[in-house]
Protein backbone atom coordinates (compact mmCIF):
# COMPACT_ATOMS: atom_id res chain seq x y z
CA UNK A 1 0.00 0.00 0.00
CA UNK A 2 1.25 3.64 -0.53
CA UNK A 3 0.18 6.32 1.12
CA UNK A 4 -0.15 9.99 0.65
CA UNK A 5 -0.13 12.88 3.06
CA UNK A 6 -2.09 16.52 2.07
CA UNK A 7 -0.27 18.49 3.63
CA UNK A 8 -0.49 21.88 1.20
CA UNK A 9 -1.68 25.36 2.28
CA UNK A 10 -0.67 28.56 2.37
CA UNK A 11 -0.31 28.59 6.41
CA UNK A 12 -3.27 31.17 6.50
CA UNK A 13 -4.89 29.25 9.75
CA UNK A 14 -1.59 29.50 11.05
CA UNK A 15 -0.33 32.67 11.25
CA UNK A 16 1.48 33.94 12.50
CA UNK A 17 3.52 30.32 13.53
CA UNK A 18 3.22 30.11 10.02
CA UNK A 19 5.56 33.15 9.29
CA UNK A 20 8.47 30.56 10.67
CA UNK A 21 7.03 27.07 10.14
CA UNK A 22 5.11 25.34 7.22
CA UNK A 23 2.69 23.45 9.62
CA UNK A 24 3.71 19.88 8.77
CA UNK A 25 7.48 20.73 10.44
CA UNK A 26 5.55 22.57 13.55
CA UNK A 27 6.78 20.37 16.69
CA UNK A 28 4.22 18.36 18.35
CA UNK A 29 5.75 16.90 21.92
CA UNK A 30 9.29 17.14 20.22
CA UNK A 31 8.30 16.08 16.44
CA UNK A 32 7.16 17.43 13.72
CA UNK A 33 3.70 17.20 13.26
CA UNK A 34 4.57 15.17 9.74
CA UNK A 35 6.69 12.87 11.28
CA UNK A 36 3.74 11.80 13.55
CA UNK A 37 1.51 11.02 10.76
CA UNK A 38 4.36 9.53 8.23
CA UNK A 39 5.91 7.14 11.40
CA UNK A 40 2.14 5.79 11.51
CA UNK A 41 1.32 5.13 8.62
CA UNK A 42 4.79 3.31 8.52
CA UNK A 43 3.24 1.40 10.77
CA UNK A 44 0.80 0.49 9.19
CA UNK A 45 2.33 -1.08 6.87
CA UNK A 46 3.03 1.63 4.12
CA UNK A 47 5.69 1.08 1.80
CA UNK A 48 5.60 4.81 0.42
CA UNK A 49 4.75 7.74 1.14
CA UNK A 50 3.76 10.85 -0.77
CA UNK A 51 3.56 14.25 0.64
CA UNK A 52 2.32 17.43 -1.29
CA UNK A 53 3.75 20.79 -0.51
CA UNK A 54 3.32 24.55 -1.19
CA UNK A 55 4.62 27.00 1.40
CA UNK A 56 8.07 27.14 2.54
CA UNK A 57 8.45 23.70 0.28
CA UNK A 58 12.18 24.14 0.72
CA UNK A 59 12.30 23.46 4.63
CA UNK A 60 10.03 20.54 3.85
CA UNK A 61 12.57 19.11 1.31
CA UNK A 62 15.39 19.72 2.96
CA UNK A 63 13.61 17.56 6.06
CA UNK A 64 12.65 14.71 4.38
CA UNK A 65 15.92 14.22 2.94
CA UNK A 66 17.32 14.30 6.79
CA UNK A 67 14.96 12.75 8.51
CA UNK A 68 15.76 8.35 7.36
CA UNK A 69 12.03 7.41 7.47
CA UNK A 70 13.14 3.98 5.86
CA UNK A 71 10.74 3.94 3.15
CA UNK A 72 10.54 6.64 0.20
CA UNK A 73 8.78 9.66 0.74
CA UNK A 74 7.97 11.61 -2.31
CA UNK A 75 7.56 15.22 -2.55
CA UNK A 76 5.15 17.10 -4.68
CA UNK A 77 5.80 20.52 -4.86
CA UNK A 78 3.08 22.89 -6.20
CA UNK A 79 3.66 25.86 -7.08
CA UNK A 80 0.30 27.09 -7.29
CA UNK A 81 -2.06 24.97 -5.02
CA UNK A 82 -3.96 22.82 -6.21
CA UNK A 83 -6.55 20.78 -3.66
CA UNK A 84 -7.17 18.20 -2.14
CA UNK A 85 -8.34 16.40 -5.69
CA UNK A 86 -5.66 18.20 -7.49
CA UNK A 87 -2.98 17.53 -4.99
CA UNK A 88 -4.25 13.75 -5.01
CA UNK A 89 -4.00 13.82 -8.81
CA UNK A 90 -0.31 15.16 -8.75
CA UNK A 91 0.46 11.18 -7.42
CA UNK A 92 -0.52 9.93 -11.09
CA UNK A 93 2.86 8.71 -11.33
CA UNK A 94 3.79 7.66 -7.88
CA UNK A 95 0.44 5.97 -8.05
CA UNK A 96 0.97 4.03 -11.18
CA UNK A 97 0.07 0.13 -10.69
CA UNK A 98 -1.36 0.76 -7.51
CA UNK A 99 -5.05 -0.66 -7.31
CA UNK A 100 -5.87 1.80 -4.07
CA UNK A 101 -3.98 4.00 -1.59
CA UNK A 102 -4.10 5.82 1.77
CA UNK A 103 -4.94 9.25 2.03
CA UNK A 104 -3.92 11.45 5.10
CA UNK A 105 -4.83 15.36 6.03
CA UNK A 106 -1.91 16.61 6.84
CA UNK A 107 -3.34 18.89 10.07
CA UNK A 108 -4.81 16.14 12.27
CA UNK A 109 -3.99 13.49 14.94
CA UNK A 110 -6.14 10.77 16.23
CA UNK A 111 -5.70 7.40 17.88
CA UNK A 112 -7.64 5.57 14.64
CA UNK A 113 -6.04 2.28 14.14
CA UNK A 114 -5.42 2.57 10.61
CA UNK A 115 -4.82 -1.57 10.24
CA UNK A 116 -8.36 -2.12 11.30
CA UNK A 117 -10.04 0.41 8.32
CA UNK A 118 -7.82 -1.06 6.46
CA UNK A 119 -8.97 -4.36 6.58
CA UNK A 120 -12.90 -2.65 6.87
CA UNK A 121 -11.77 -1.57 3.24
CA UNK A 122 -10.28 -4.53 1.42
CA UNK A 123 -13.55 -6.39 2.01
CA UNK A 124 -15.90 -4.19 -0.66
CA UNK A 125 -13.07 -1.82 -1.94
CA UNK A 126 -15.51 0.64 -2.82
CA UNK A 127 -14.13 3.64 -5.00
CA UNK A 128 -13.36 5.59 -1.74
CA UNK A 129 -14.55 4.91 1.48
CA UNK A 130 -14.18 7.72 4.17
CA UNK A 131 -12.72 6.93 7.55
CA UNK A 132 -16.23 8.66 9.92
CA UNK A 133 -15.90 9.48 13.89
CA UNK A 134 -18.85 11.34 15.74
CA UNK A 135 -17.14 14.83 16.15
CA UNK A 136 -19.97 17.46 17.29
CA UNK A 137 -19.16 20.36 15.21
CA UNK A 138 -17.41 18.88 12.28
CA UNK A 139 -19.86 15.95 11.81
CA UNK A 140 -21.04 17.05 7.75
CA UNK A 141 -21.10 13.83 6.34
CA UNK A 142 -24.08 12.07 6.00
CA UNK A 143 -24.25 8.08 5.47
CA UNK A 144 -27.56 5.48 4.90
CA UNK A 145 -28.53 3.04 6.94
CA UNK A 146 -26.15 0.64 4.90
CA UNK A 147 -22.84 2.66 5.60
CA UNK A 148 -23.34 4.48 2.17
CA UNK A 149 -22.10 8.15 1.68
CA UNK A 150 -25.17 10.08 0.53
CA UNK A 151 -23.96 13.60 1.62
CA UNK A 152 -21.17 15.75 2.20
CA UNK A 153 -21.06 19.55 2.98
CA UNK A 154 -25.08 19.54 2.87
CA UNK A 155 -24.26 20.02 -0.63
CA UNK A 156 -27.03 17.02 -1.89
CA UNK A 157 -29.47 17.69 0.85
CA UNK A 158 -31.47 14.14 0.81
CA UNK A 159 -34.78 13.22 1.75
CA UNK A 160 -33.27 9.69 2.69
CA UNK A 161 -32.79 9.00 6.59
CA UNK A 162 -29.47 9.25 7.40
CA UNK A 163 -26.68 9.12 10.24
CA UNK A 164 -24.35 12.44 10.44
CA UNK A 165 -20.43 11.94 11.29
CA UNK A 166 -17.33 13.80 10.78
CA UNK A 167 -14.51 13.12 8.21
CA UNK A 168 -11.60 11.78 9.99
CA UNK A 169 -9.04 13.24 7.43
CA UNK A 170 -8.19 9.65 6.76
CA UNK A 171 -9.88 8.20 3.28
CA UNK A 172 -8.60 4.57 1.18
CA UNK A 173 -8.77 5.52 -2.66
CA UNK A 174 -9.04 2.88 -5.17
CA UNK A 175 -6.39 4.66 -7.98
CA UNK A 176 -9.34 4.53 -10.96
CA UNK A 177 -10.56 7.81 -8.85
CA UNK A 178 -8.25 9.23 -10.63
CA UNK A 179 -10.42 9.44 -13.50
CA UNK A 180 -12.50 12.16 -12.12
CA UNK A 181 -9.99 14.11 -11.25
CA UNK A 182 -9.36 16.70 -13.82
CA UNK A 183 -6.11 18.51 -14.22
CA UNK A 184 -4.77 21.39 -12.19
CA UNK A 185 -7.17 22.16 -8.95
CA UNK A 186 -9.85 20.44 -7.66
CA UNK A 187 -11.59 19.71 -4.34
CA UNK A 188 -11.87 16.23 -3.72
CA UNK A 189 -15.12 16.50 -1.56
CA UNK A 190 -16.96 18.19 -4.84
CA UNK A 191 -15.59 15.03 -6.82
CA UNK A 192 -17.03 12.75 -4.55
CA UNK A 193 -19.84 14.77 -4.46
CA UNK A 194 -20.53 13.78 -8.35
CA UNK A 195 -19.42 9.96 -7.98
CA UNK A 196 -22.29 10.15 -5.53
CA UNK A 197 -24.38 11.44 -7.86
CA UNK A 198 -23.59 8.74 -9.86
CA UNK A 199 -23.77 5.87 -7.60
CA UNK A 200 -23.89 6.65 -3.71
CA UNK A 201 -22.60 2.94 -3.33
CA UNK A 202 -19.30 3.99 -4.76
CA UNK A 203 -18.87 6.33 -1.43
CA UNK A 204 -18.95 4.50 1.91
CA UNK A 205 -18.31 4.70 5.21
CA UNK A 206 -15.94 3.02 7.87
CA UNK A 207 -17.26 4.29 11.20
CA UNK A 208 -13.99 4.05 13.73
CA UNK A 209 -15.94 4.26 16.29
CA UNK A 210 -14.40 6.28 19.69
CA UNK A 211 -11.69 7.56 19.30
CA UNK A 212 -9.11 10.54 20.12
CA UNK A 213 -9.08 13.29 17.15
CA UNK A 214 -7.43 16.64 16.89
CA UNK A 215 -7.75 19.27 13.73
CA UNK A 216 -4.01 20.80 14.04
CA UNK A 217 -5.27 23.78 12.13
CA UNK A 218 -4.54 26.87 14.07
CA UNK A 219 -2.13 27.94 17.11
CA UNK A 220 -5.00 27.47 19.50
CA UNK A 221 -5.46 24.00 18.43
CA UNK A 222 -2.22 22.83 17.73
CA UNK A 223 -2.27 24.18 21.83
CA UNK A 224 -4.64 22.32 22.91
CA UNK A 225 -3.36 18.97 21.30
CA UNK A 226 -0.49 19.68 23.78
CA UNK A 227 -3.00 19.77 26.22
CA UNK A 228 -5.16 16.64 25.04
CA UNK A 229 -1.59 14.80 25.22
CA UNK A 230 0.44 15.73 28.10
CA UNK A 231 -2.34 16.26 30.35
CA UNK A 232 -5.49 14.62 29.67
CA UNK A 233 -3.24 11.44 28.34
CA UNK A 234 -5.21 11.15 24.96
CA UNK A 235 -3.20 8.69 22.08
CA UNK A 236 -3.17 11.04 19.74
CA UNK A 237 0.52 9.90 19.17
CA UNK A 238 2.66 6.89 19.50
CA UNK A 239 2.51 6.05 23.25
CA UNK A 240 6.55 5.39 22.89
CA UNK A 241 6.55 9.09 22.36
CA UNK A 242 4.85 10.17 25.67
CA UNK A 243 7.01 11.65 28.48
CA UNK A 244 5.46 10.05 31.99
CA UNK A 245 4.87 13.43 33.37
CA UNK A 246 3.20 16.91 31.74
CA UNK A 247 6.50 18.41 30.96
CA UNK A 248 8.65 17.10 27.57
CA UNK A 249 12.27 18.48 27.56
CA UNK A 250 14.08 17.41 24.09
CA UNK A 251 17.52 16.77 23.69
CA UNK A 252 20.23 19.08 24.99
CA UNK A 253 17.56 21.16 26.70
CA UNK A 254 18.55 22.82 29.77
CA UNK A 255 16.61 23.62 32.94
CA UNK A 256 17.39 26.58 35.02
CA UNK A 257 17.66 26.79 38.82
CA UNK A 258 14.21 27.45 40.41
CA UNK A 259 12.61 27.15 36.62
CA UNK A 260 8.84 26.58 37.45
CA UNK A 261 6.33 24.62 35.15
CA UNK A 262 2.77 24.85 35.33
CA UNK A 263 0.11 22.99 33.14
CA UNK A 264 2.05 21.00 30.21
CA UNK A 265 5.24 22.42 28.46
CA UNK A 266 6.54 21.16 26.18
CA UNK A 267 10.38 22.35 24.86
CA UNK A 268 11.97 20.76 21.86
CA UNK A 269 15.41 19.86 21.12
CA UNK A 270 18.64 23.14 21.92
CA UNK A 271 16.43 24.63 24.19
CA UNK A 272 17.29 26.82 27.58
CA UNK A 273 14.99 27.69 29.78
CA UNK A 274 16.28 29.98 31.85
CA UNK A 275 16.50 29.84 35.98
CA UNK A 276 14.05 31.53 37.67
CA UNK A 277 11.41 30.99 34.41
CA UNK A 278 7.81 30.38 34.56
CA UNK A 279 6.17 28.66 31.92
CA UNK A 280 2.36 27.41 31.92
CA UNK A 281 0.58 26.21 28.89
CA UNK A 282 3.77 26.34 26.74
CA UNK A 283 5.16 25.12 23.72
CA UNK A 284 8.44 25.55 22.83
CA UNK A 285 10.29 24.92 19.48
CA UNK A 286 13.87 23.88 18.50
CA UNK A 287 16.66 26.22 19.81
CA UNK A 288 14.88 28.63 21.84
CA UNK A 289 16.35 30.22 24.78
CA UNK A 290 13.71 31.60 27.73
CA UNK A 291 15.53 34.38 29.90
CA UNK A 292 16.26 33.93 33.17
CA UNK A 293 12.58 34.87 35.30
CA UNK A 294 10.67 35.05 31.97
CA UNK A 295 7.24 34.60 32.61
CA UNK A 296 4.66 32.50 29.86
CA UNK A 297 1.45 31.82 29.73
CA UNK A 298 -0.31 30.12 26.68
CA UNK A 299 1.96 30.42 24.61
CA UNK A 300 3.99 29.01 21.69
CA UNK A 301 8.09 30.25 21.99
CA UNK A 302 10.21 30.52 19.68
CA UNK A 303 14.10 31.98 18.96
CA UNK A 304 13.28 35.80 19.54
CA UNK A 305 9.41 35.53 19.09
CA UNK A 306 6.58 34.72 20.81
CA UNK A 307 2.68 34.22 20.14
CA UNK A 308 -0.39 34.57 22.76
CA UNK A 309 -3.06 32.29 22.16
CA UNK A 310 -5.96 34.11 23.50
CA UNK A 311 -8.53 31.53 23.77
CA UNK A 312 -8.65 29.36 27.20
CA UNK A 313 -6.16 26.24 26.75
Not at 36 to 52: D, E, R
Not at 271 to 300: F, H, M, P, Q
Amino acid sequence: MKAIVLAAGYGTRMQPLSQHLPKPLMPVVGRPLLWHTITKLIGSKAAAVGVNCHHKAELLQGYVQSAGFGVPVLLSHEPAILGSGGGIGGFRDFLAGEDYCIVHNGDMLSSIYIDAAHEAYRRDMPLCAMVLHDAPGFNNVCIDEGGCVIDLRDIIRPAAPSRRLAYSGICFLRTDILRFIPPGQSDLILVLIEVIKKSAGNVRGIIAGQCAWRDVGTPASYLRAHRDILIDRQPLIDPACLPQAAVYTGRKTSIGTGADFAGFVSASDNCALGSGCRLENCVVWDGTDIAAGAVYKNAIIGPGWSVQVQEEV
